[in-house]
C-alpha cells in the first residue's frame, strides 16, 4: 500500500538557520508533490507544488526538491523566522486526489 | 470572497444521534473533498466530488454520506454517530482544469470540531 513518511518528531531550530524537512513515499509515482502549512486550530494553506520532472521549485525563502528516483522531497525554509513555526504537510498528487503525509511540526525559537 | 466556510465550528453529539456538516465554496470550484484530521493519523479523505453531479468514496468512508448539492455546497452527514467519529473534519475545494498546474492546489476551510460521547 503507499505510504508517506515524515519526521514525526518536531523540529527545533534557531531563527535565521535553514529549516530542512523531510517527505518520503513508497508504492507511488506522483506526478505532483505539494506541500502545505498547517497553524494550530486552522486549516492547512497551500505553499508549494513540484512536478516529476522538476529537481527544484523556489518561492522566497521556500525551496522544494523532488528526487523520484530516492522516492524524496526535502522542504526547506531559508533564514527562519518565529513566524514560520507551524505544521508542514507534504502530499502526493493523483489526478483528482491528494495523500497526506502526517506532518511534521517546526519550532523556530528566537 | 470567503473562500471555504464551513459549519458548525463545534458539535457534541451522543453516540447514535445523526448530524450535517456543511461546506460552501464561493471561488467556483469544480471539485469539493471532505477529510478528517485526527493526532497521529493525519489528514485522511472520506469522500470527494469531482464535479457537480460526482461523489466518490476516499480512504475512510464508512460511517459517512455526502451529498454535493450544487456546484458551491458539499455535504457531509453522520446517520449514526459513533466515539470513533470524534475528530476535526475538513472541507477543501480545487479547481479542475485539464492542463493548468495550478489546478491542483486545494484550498481549505477552517474546519468542524466534532465530539461524540
Known amino acids: 500500500s503507499q505510504k508517506i513518511e515524515q519526521n514525526s518528531e518536531a523540529l527545533n531550530i534557531q531563527e535565521g538557520k535553514t529549516a530542512t524537512l523531510t517527505c518520503n513515499y513508497t508504492n507511488y509515482s506522483p506526478a505532483y508533490l505539494q506541500w502545505y502549512r498547517q497553524d494550530p486550530g486552522r486549516g492547512p494553506v497551500f505553499l508549494l507544488l513540484?512536478?516529476?520532472?522538476?529537481k527544484e521549485k523556489r518561492k522566497e525563502r521556500l525551496k522544494v526538491t523532488f528526487d523520484t528516483t530516492l522516492k524524496q522531497s526535502l522542504f526547506h525554509i531559508t533564514a527562519s523566522q518565529p513566524a514560520d513555526s507551524a505544521t508542514y504537510l507534504c502530499a502526493l498528487s493523483g489526478y483528482s486526489t491528494l495523500t497526506f503525509g502526517k506532518g511534521t511540526m517546526l519550532l523556530v525559537s528566537p | 470572497n470567503a473562500g471555504v466556510t464551513q459549519t458548525p465550528k463545534f458539535q457534541v453529539l451522543k453516540t447514535g444521534q445523526s448530524m450535517t456538516l456543511q461546506c460552501a465554496q464561493d471561488?467556483?470550484?469544480?471539485?469539493m473533498y471532505w477529510y478528517r484530521q485526527d493526532p497521529g493519523m493525519g489528514l485522511r479523505l472520506i469522500y470527494y466530488?469531482?464535479?457537480?453531479?460526482?461523489?466518490d468514496k476516499g480512504e475512510v468512508p464508512n460511517g459517512y454520506n455526502v451529498s454535493r448539492l450544487n456546484k458551491r455546497e458539499f455535504s457531509l452527514r453522520l446517520e449514526s454517530a459513533a466515539p470513533s467519529q470524534t475528530s476535526v473534519y475538513f472541507c477543501?475545494?480545487?479547481?479542475?482544469?485539464?492542463?493548468?498546474?495550478?489546478?491542483?492546489?486545494?484550498?481549505f476551510g477552517p474546519g468542524t470540531r466534532l465530539t461524540v460521547t
Open positions: 477543501a475545494s480545487r479547481i479542475l482544469a485539464v492542463g493548468a498546474l495550478s489546478s491542483y492546489e486545494q484550498y
Open positions: 513540484i512536478r516529476e520532472n522538476e
Open positions: 471561488m467556483n470550484h469544480n471539485s
Open positions: 466530488s469531482a464535479s457537480e453531479g460526482t461523489t
